[in-house]
């Protein structure tokens, strides 16, 4: 699934790409390498994001992207960036059957109409969700009508994408790809358990620093998405308030989950629940389909303490998923047995990764 706010080269020319999804504490990237029909994992590394207030400048982006190519060893200049749920839209909405450059006019046009918010100066791309087998053309006929198609639409500020393209350029690397960090931990999915993402209602949280997403998957196509307001960070300093400690002990032991303080944490990962509850309750009465499982990413869903507290919540199964089981992996010593923990974290990354190349 890509939906890129600018294509770069040739496809058949990328080899190897750095990947970086932009976080609201901590920027991940990858360094992958296309090797026939392999996907290889060479290196990752997470590094603290820049600090900043509203909006990030081109200059501090311009630095931090030269730090994670340095921390990255990149020899490709080609980049692709994954952006942060506070500055894309991302929606599904019904076009007529035109082509996606069309599509992308007429959003630009209607944004109102189709969007339900004014949004000039956007600019905006389009994927197309390929027709379930079940359409029957006859039913197609019956109805009288031209069917529409399922699109999935993502708006970005057309000044916040010539921003992003200055800074890489200005570090010396070569903007290929910009997309929504949304749907990362889709692609990412569909590359790890294609027999889940095909055939079962799934919904796939993703919990960052200051948001959550929850996207709720049936039978491969996407038809909930939602932004919640409660992220890792949320959840970390609730607990530092609720213990009288510093947030970077509430930190470990909210990972490293201590029964005895289990009451505290759990305070705080119920309105998550609750929030995350509301839309898998709108998605079964509106499909009349109930979701069989919950896969959780991000650096909250390192703790099985919350994973059982999230279960608790939504009365569904709800597990963590390493994004990087379905690559070959070529990382060195001490990354390669770092992986498994940290794979959680780059699911946005890997699933980025998977609409460039």
């Known amino acids: ?70 921390a990255l060893g990149s020899e490709t200049k080609l980049v692709t960036l994954a952006v942060g749920l506070d500055d894309t839209v991302v929606r599904q909405v019904e076009l007529p059957q035109i082509p996606v450059d069309e599509m992308r006019m007429v959003l630009k046009n209607n944004t109102k109409g189709y969007l339900q918010q004014d949004m000039p100066n956007y600019v905006f791309d389009c994927y197309v969700f390929p027709p379930k087998q079940s359409t029957k053309p006859a039913d197609v006929l019956k109805a009288g009508t031209i069917p529409k198609l399922k699109v999935l639409v993502a708006g970005m500020k057309q000044q916040l994408v010539d921003d992003f393209q200055t800074a890489i350029r200005d570090a010396g ?40 997403s929850v996207c709720v998957m049936d039978r491969g196509e996407l038809v909930l998405s939602r932004v919640v307001n409660i992220g890792g960070d949320q959840l970390t300093t609730g607990l530092a308030d609720a213990m009288n400690i510093t947030y970077a002990e509430a930190e470990g032991i909210k990972v490293g989950m201590a029964p005895e303080v289990q009451g505290m944490l759990e305070s705080q990962v119920q309105p998550l629940g609750r929030e995350l509850r509301a839309s898998l309750d709108f998605f ?20 099985e303490m919350i994973l059982q507290m999230l279960r608790s919540e939504l009365i569904v199964d709800c597990k963590t998923w390493n994004p990087t089981a379905s690559l070959q992996l070529a990382l060195p010593g001490q990354q390669a047995v770092e992986i498994e923990h940290i794979g959680p974290q780059l699911s946005v990354a890997v699933g980025a990764a998977l609409a460039s190349f």
């Open 173 to 212: 690397l070569t903007p290929d790809h910009i997309v929504p960090g949304l749907i990362g931990p889709l692609n990412a999915f569909e590359l790890a358990l294609p027999e889940m993402f095909a055939s079962e209602s799934v919904a796939l949280v993703d919990i960052g620093f200051k948001h959550a």
């Open 1 to 70: 699934m890509a939906l890129p706010f600018i294509n770069g080269i040739s496809r058949s020319k990328r080899a190897q790409m750095m990947v970086v999804d932009l976080g609201g504490r901590t920027t991940k990237a990858v360094l992958l390498e296309r090797r026939g029909e392999l996907l290889v994992l060479n290196r990752f590394v997470l590094l603290d994001a820049p600090i900043y207030e509203k909006k990030i400048s081109v200059e501090l982006l311009t630095e931090h992207l030269r730090a994670v190519a340095v």
């Open 284 to 303: 079964e009465h509106q499909q009349d389909r109930a979701v069989s499982h919950v896969y959780v990413t991000g650096g909250s869903a390192r703790s």
